[in-house]
């Protein structure tokens, strides 16, 4: 998903649970930060680097592909950006065990990840509820793909086709250069290059079908790598409805006292009034819908949101002592972003799978391994 | 890592090492036997290739061409290790795209840093352009002059820093602590 949606639209799903304007704008602001808060940016501020959300494309560029390399990059990517559905999933066909295990990160809605991410953010701070909630929405956009390099599983067949609002279809062309923009008239997108390696940073996530997982308008058909030649449609539009209402429900669940997050509820009544409108930005061809949300929440709240300004908190944490930083907006970002990668780090490794790391059990074996992590020792003794 | 990853990225290392150390003893050799290297990388290359296809590729839409790839590399291989006359060119081109390429990365590395509000002057930035003042050097003396040693010792360098960065790797912690 774009900034659009992650920002102002989680800022009205926010409204629309019962937050206050600035609650949700704080939430809004997590959610957003999640695709900003990149190594080099916590480099700058003296933030850990262990708690990056994201990487810059010549990050990943740069990023070396051996096993702790690897692992690092699933563990940003599968923990944020592509919770994986089903960890014990089986392909049709017999496969190896290096096959499965990249198999079972592929991203998708409704998963037991996505309960344990949002259990996770209740009772902790608003930071932690944004971040829920960029993992939540993601499942949805970045369905059928994995968050770790996979030639085999995030290459899809080079035939996409565009279902357009008549039923028609078009082709789809892909181009490699990132500096032009997506012409949606012409639908032709920019992806990663093909790359036949493995493992290559290429294959990560949705990068070699470019940015159409991201836009809200889009309908499309094709076949993923994994798919055994079944064409898959994609309805955008329907998944980002789903996706605000189950954001809906999301944060009244974490705003009430008791109860349990269930799989598969979404919250249609509350927008019922608003449907029409959210149909309309949702089904809008276009690059960028931060307009047209950002009018409807300041409809919703009838206060002015301010845009995303990825400095806003900076002087905060630079200037705050070191007993002080964890108390900071980021500060409280850096500590609920480290506790998803632990939790989610921490399901995939005992289903057996190492892709993202190795997990050792606080309770059981005491500290071990990362030093940054021990803001959560500290945070849980508290 | 597991206890075998970190020992078999060990081990690794320290061979890497130890034929840096052959090859900068013995530079006059040194272009035979790092053209046998890489004529052996793409056997290896080719042979993982196939395992890859049988393994993993064969379940992609696809899949095919990673056989394909697998079955040219071999051919290449075998193609290269009958050629010798061909090899210390083939050897010095490969180091020039390597250092050049790497060294442009870098180099856009730290001015994507720079525009996310770091500064320009970074390691990242040094490095970089020492590669490529380095790949400029190495086509000046490999290409131009005919200077075989040079191209050793610049593939020596390679070797030591890909060496280095699997000893350090070996000791590196990258477990995650979690909390119930």
Not at chain 1, 231 to 248: G, L, R, W
């Amino acid at each position: 998903m774009n900034a659009d949606f992650h920002y102002y639209a989680t800022y009205c799903a926010a409204i629309l649970a019962g937050y206050s304007h600035s609650e949700s704008l704080d939430i809004s602001y997590s959610d957003r930060f999640v695709d900003s808060c990149t190594r080099t940016f916590l480099d700058i501020i003296g933030g850990e680097p262990a708690a990056a959300t994201t990487q810059l494309n010549l990050e990943l560029m740069d990023a070396r592909t051996d096993i702790p390399g690897l692992q690092d990059i699933t563990r940003i990517w599968a923990s944020f950006h592509f919770l994986p559905k089903d960890l014990q999933a089986e392909p049709g066909n017999r496969c190896s065990k290096r096959y499965k295990n990249k198999f079972r990160l592929i991203c998708g809605t409704n998963g037991e990840l996505l309960k344990s991410t949002v259990t996770l953010a209740k009772g902790k701070s608003l930071q932690a509820v944004g971040i829920a909630m960029h993992a939540l929405s993601d499942t949805w956009a970045h369905t059928y793909f994995a968050g770790t390099p996979s030639l085999v599983i995030n290459n899809p067949y080079n035939r996409f086709f565009e279902i357009m609002p008549d039923g028609s279809e078009r082709k789809i062309t892909f181009r490699h250069s990132a500096s032009q923009p997506d012409d949606l008239e012409k639908s032709i997108y920019t992806s990663s290059l093909y790359s036949g390696s493995e493992n290559s940073i290429m294959n990560l996530g949705h990068g070699r079908a470019g940015h159409l997982p991201d836009y809200s308008f889009i309908r499309y058909k094709y076949l993923p790598a994994w798919g055994n030649y079944e064409e898959t449609v994609k309805d955008n539009p329907s998944d980002y409805k789903h996706a605000f209402c189950q954001m809906i429900y999301a944060m009244k669940y974490l705003r009430s006292e008791q109860g349990e997050f269930e799989l598969k509820r979404y919250d249609f009544d509350a927008i019922a009034e608003i449907e029409d409108e959210i149909d309309r930005i949702i089904t809008t061809r276009q690059l960028d819908s931060s307009g047209d949300w950002k009018a409807l929440g300041e409809k919703l709240s009838g206060q002015k949101i301010e845009p995303f300004d990825i400095e806003k908190y900076q002087a905060e944490y630079i200037n705050a002592s070191k007993e002080n930083k964890d108390n900071t907006f980021l500060g409280r970002f850096i500590i609920a972003s480290l506790a998803q990668k632990s939790m989610v780090t921490n399901k995939i490794y005992t289903s057996g799978n190492k892709l993202a790391g190795y997990s050792v059990d606080y309770k059981k074996r005491g500290f071990r391994g990362i030093k940054a992590y021990r803001k959560l020792v500290k945070e849980d003794k508290k | 890592m597991s206890y075998f990853q970190r020992i078999k990225s060990f081990v690794r290392g320290f061979f890497t090492l130890l034929l840096a150390l052959v090859l900068f003893i013995f530079p006059e050799k040194g272009i035979y036997i790092v053209a046998a290297i890489l004529t052996l990388m793409l056997f290896v290359y080719g042979f993982r290739q196939m395992v890859f296809y049988f393994s993993m590729a064969r379940h992609m839409v696809g899949g095919k061409s990673t056989l394909y790839r697998g079955i040219i590399a071999l051919d290449i291989a075998l193609f290269l290790s009958s050629s010798v006359a061909f090899s210390d060119y083939i050897v010095m081109f490969y180091l020039i795209f390597f250092y050049g390429f790497s060294g442009f990365i870098d180099v856009l590395r730290a001015f994507e840093a720079k525009n996310n509000g770091a500064s320009l002057l970074s390691s990242k930035l040094i490095t970089g352009v020492l590669s490529v003042l380095f790949a400029i050097a190495l086509f000046v003396t490999g290409i131009i002059i005919g200077d075989k040693e040079v191209v050793v010792f610049g593939y020596c360098l390679m070797l030591v820093y890909s060496a280095v960065v699997r000893i350090v790797t070996t000791f590196r912690k990258t477990a995650i602590v979690y909390i119930q």
